[in-house]
């Protein structure tokens, strides 16, 4: 098949090198001329395992001509940014413009709407844009630090069109339903084939929203659960574990921590919250899933204060600034949150994380950037876990033999308060230690 992806961002890209794995001949439209030149000469600009092996070993082509990166397609995939404006709304700005360039400039065919979209987008797009093509809404579900993985051995594979798109979609993603792709370095197909959901537009858009909000609600749930635990002298651990075990809760997305955060949750909830707002709709559960996680932070920060309110001069290593560990991305980080939080108080902050080499902008610039984890913690009063990376957990007796004072703060749920203590550490955290 002769695809053109529009879009070189993170969904687009990852989908480029997945199609053209897959077989398909794949042509990339991105106006950001550095990255253009970026991938021309290989150059992985996500950061994302197996990007550079399937750089490599590619023949994507990548341009800011439109007329040739739509030549001959067969199908464009739209994969803009639908970043979200001050009400929450998604912001349709980009995908409206890659839209109208697709009725200018390409000929009549399949229009795959990978971007994250309010419900009815895609049947607008068929009806006032694209009338001449057919429409199909093709949301994606990549986790950053794993978009290639989830692309050739995703859950499931959404799709939403009319019935006459079904085959297309199919033919798209064969090797993938059927976990028959060409290995990708350890990357190995699965031995269950993944299902195809093929259902209408509106539907398909509405699940994408779902997902991420169920997720974030769950997320929500173990992190109040964890303040209730706290309060209460049970062991949220265990707790967990209870929850874990059984699946009809099932076992991921369990984790209490500082809070979500990303380019994704924060932005999908709200907009999702807008849309049914629009519709006259409160969605209750989710406003308060929202809110929930815009106070995860307070408890934590109230509970650094507590042990270190009184004191003068002191000094934090911050370990961690990613959203989540496995990225460099700091977008609506908490971590990053919790280092305005702390340089508020006066505070003196080193910042740690292995992925981050370039400073991010919401940083404050109080807050130093350091080169290693020993760099961070020499002199410090207290450590305060933000990012739940592993090597944070590996060698706290190394950490304990630079620092000043014995605190440490583990907001990932990372540290296994036993080892904290062996270590020489007081623990203090979202989950605490009991003590029966
Ligand atoms: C998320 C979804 O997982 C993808 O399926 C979706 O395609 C993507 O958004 C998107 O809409 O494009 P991502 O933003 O990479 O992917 O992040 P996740 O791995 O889902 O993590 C989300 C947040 O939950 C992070 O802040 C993470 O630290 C937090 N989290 C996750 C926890 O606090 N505890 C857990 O147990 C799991």
Not at 201 to 223: D, G, I, M, P
């Amino acid at each position: 098949m002769r695809i053109a992806v529009v879009g070189a961002g993170y969904v687009g890209l990852a989908s480029a090198l997945a199609w053209s794995h897959l077989g398909h001949d794949v042509r990339v439209l991105e106006r950001d001329a550095r990255r253009v030149g970026a991938l021309r000469r290989h150059d992985d600009p996500l950061g994302e395992p197996l990007v550079p092996e399937l750089l490599d070993a590619s023949d994507l082509l990548v341009t800011s001509d439109a007329s040739e990166a739509f030549a001959r397609a067969d199908m464009v995939a739209v994969a803009v940014g639908t970043p979200q404006t001050h009400g929450g709304r998604a912001d349709l700005s980009a995908l409206d413009a890659a839209c109208a360039t697709i009725a200018q400039a390409a000929r009549p065919g399949t229009v795959v709407v990978r971007s994250t979209v309010p419900v009815g987008t895609a049947d607008r797009l068929q009806r006032d844009v694209l009338h001449r093509s057919a429409v199909v809404s093709n949301p994606e579900f990549l986790r950053e630090g794993r978009a290639i993985a989830d692309m050739l051995r995703p859950d499931r594979v959404l799709a939403g069109g009319e019935g006459g798109q079904r085959d297309l979609i199919e033919a798209l993603y064969a090797p993938i339903l059927g976990q028959s792709f060409t290995p990708v370095a350890e990357l190995r197909p699965d031995l269950t084939p993944r299902a195809l959901v093929w259902t209408d537009r509106r539907s398909a858009e509405l699940a994408k929203y779902a997902a991420n909000a169920f997720l974030a609600t769950k997320l929500s749930f173990v992190n109040e659960l964890a303040n209730v635990a706290a309060t209460t002298g049970s062991d949220i651990r265990a707790v967990i574990e209870v929850l874990r075990l059984d699946p009809r809760i099932g076992e991921a997305f369990l984790r209490p921590g500082l809070g979500w955060g990303g380019s994704c949750f924060p932005k999908d909830t709200r907009a999702l919250e807008a849309l049914a707002m629009d519709r006259g709709y409160d969605f209750n559960i989710l406003r308060a899933v929202i809110e929930q996680n815009r106070r995860q932070l307070d408890r934590f920060v109230a509970l650094i204060e507590g042990e270190l309110g009184a004191r003068r001069d002191v000094r934090i290593a911050l370990l961690g600034l990613a959203f989540k560990s496995g990225t460099a991305d700091c977008r609506e980080s908490p971590a990053v949150a919790l280092a305005q939080r702390l340089v508020e108080r006066g505070w003196s902050v080193r910042a740690y994380d292995p992925a981050v080499r370039e400073r991010p902008c919401e940083l404050p610039a109080a807050v130093a950037l350091c080169d290693d984890i020993r760099d961070a913690a020499l002199g410090a009063d207290a450590i305060v876990i933000a990012t739940e990376w592993e090597a944070f957990a590996r060698d706290l007796t190394a950490l304990r033999e630079v620092t000043r004072d014995d605190l440490l703060f583990d907001g990932r749920c990372l540290v296994d308060p036993g080892d904290a203590a062996a270590a020489g550490f007081r623990y203090f955290g979202i989950c605490p230690a009991t003590r029966h």
